[in-house]
């Protein structure tokens, strides 16, 4: 197998590049960490945990989070949008100096946030129309809610749209528990947190008729959110009975399938080797990488303390200024700091740390250098067309 540096460049990664890198992953045997950010700062955290790791790994934005880099001041319907393409141009502009991969993804979509997903494909063909690339990697539906039979009906309709221009869709079928981002599921049937073979089969037939570059997020009894040992049972085992079933069907691979990991923040390390082995390639954590973000600067607070009690006087003398240490680039490093250890274990955990050896070559930002010859724009516009489909379904 060549090595990932040979094959992958650094930098957001997107259409083919995106498809060799988690090919690559799947038939390595490792999963890459999906960090959920809401700053500059927190997506740099990602950013240099990643290169200090060797390893790729994924940024994602969630709804609420859109609408926090946006700025909580401004009530706008297309704040999540914004904020989230936003998020985008910053780590677009600064990613490839971190010399590794970088996958740019949105987080759950579910039916009532559609108008977000919408905003972020029409920033995507805009791009593409320009630069011949999305300005996202891969965006996620959850219309896990919905029954089966409208969950896979939309997705197909959106992916029709996002195929022409190579976008890799992420989608959810069965339900994961817990609460996230305003969608609690915290009372849900158990029975619906576990998915079955066949639903995800349905999901593999509808949409390989389109194309290859979709990933399933099927339930195995996962949750958001940390809880008490014992409390939540996983059985990551299932996600084997998939690919088994698939294979069955279509021959080839013993893993045909690109499965995901929802909730791994307080999942045990045997539960998600268990869950790598069995092809999953992204792991999604949010609530550790949350909470390390916070420690990092709950424990500067309590050794420093008193000298963040006023602009001047400390323990050093009453007329001691303290700028030094409540300047925000100082304590919000220490969050940084945190974070970038925690998002490190996760890389170890997930077996992806050690696959790309940092490049050294001189950076330079991704926003945008135009495409010579044809105007992607004639590529995109069936896409475009079919989307029009999508949005009709909406209507009903």
């Keep these: 197998m060549a090595s990932l540096c040979d094959i992958v460049p650094p930098g957001v990664v997107t259409g083919d590049d995106l498809l060799t890198l988690l090919e690559h992953a799947r038939a390595n045997g490792y999963a890459i960490?999906?960090?959920?950010?809401?700053?500059?700062?927190?997506?740099?955290?990602?950013?240099?945990?990643?290169?200090?790791?060797?390893?790729?790994?994924?940024?994602?934005?969630?709804?609420?989070?859109?609408?926090?880099?946006?700025?909580?001041?401004?009530?706008?319907?297309?704040?999540?949008?914004?904020?989230?393409?936003?998020?985008?141009?910053?780590?677009?502009?600064?990613?490839?100096?971190?010399?590794?991969?970088?996958?740019?993804?949105?987080?759950?979509?579910?039916?009532?946030?559609?108008?977000?997903?919408?905003?972020?494909?029409?920033?995507?063909?805009?791009?593409?129309?320009?630069?011949?690339?999305?300005?996202?990697?891969?965006?996620?539906?959850?219309?896990?809610?919905?029954?089966?039979?409208?969950?896979?009906?939309?997705?197909?309709?959106?992916?029709?749209?996002?195929?022409?221009?190579?976008?890799?869709?992420?989608?959810?079928?069965?339900?994961?528990g817990g609460e996230e981002d305003g969608v609690n599921n915290e009372n849900i049937d158990p029975e619906k947190l576990y998915t079955s073979p066949e639903q995800v089969w349905s999901v593999y037939q509808a949409l390989s008729k389109i194309g290859s570059m979709f990933s399933i997020a099927a339930a195995f009894g996962n949750v958001h959110g940390v809880y008490k040992p014992g409390n939540v049972v996983l059985s990551p085992e299932k996600l084997g009975k998939h690919q088994e079933y698939a294979k069955a069907k279509i021959g080839g691979d013993d893993k045909p399938l690109y499965l995901v990991m929802h909730g791994g923040s307080g999942s045990t390390d045997a539960e998600i080797k268990t869950a790598v082995s069995h092809g999953v390639v992204k792991m999604n954590i949010d609530t550790d990488t949350q909470w390390a973000y916070w420690d990092g600067l709950r424990l500067f607070e309590k050794e420093k303390k008193d000298f963040l009690q006023g602009q001047i006087g400390n323990p050093t003398g009453k007329d001691k200024p303290n700028k030094k240490f409540y300047d925000p680039r100082v304590w919000l490093r220490k969050a940084e700091e945190s974070m970038v250890k925690r998002v490190m274990v996760s890389c170890e955990k997930l077996g992806c740390t050690g696959t790309y050896k940092v490049s050294e070559a001189l950076g330079a930002p991704q926003i945008g250098e135009p495409k010579k010859g044809i105007s992607p724009a004639v590529f995109v516009a069936a896409g475009a067309i079919a989307g029009a489909v999508a949005t009709a379904l909406l209507k009903k």
């Design 33 to 176: 960490p999906a960090v959920n950010c809401t700053s500059s700062s927190s997506a740099n955290s990602v950013l240099e945990a990643a290169r200090k790791a060797n390893s790729p790994i994924i940024i994602q934005v969630s709804n609420g989070g859109g609408a926090f880099l946006c700025g909580k001041g401004l009530k706008l319907s297309e704040s999540a949008t914004i904020g989230s393409v936003a998020l985008a141009m910053h780590v677009r502009s600064v990613a490839k100096y971190y010399g590794i991969p970088v996958v740019l993804h949105s987080d759950h979509c579910a039916k009532k946030l559609l108008p977000w997903f919408d905003g972020m494909l029409k920033a995507d063909e805009e791009f593409y129309a320009k630069y011949g690339e999305p300005l996202f990697s891969s965006h996620m539906l959850d219309l896990s809610e919905e029954p089966d039979d409208e969950n896979i009906a939309i997705c197909v309709e959106y992916f029709k749209r996002m195929a022409p221009m190579k976008i890799w869709l992420e989608m959810e079928i069965g339900i994961t």
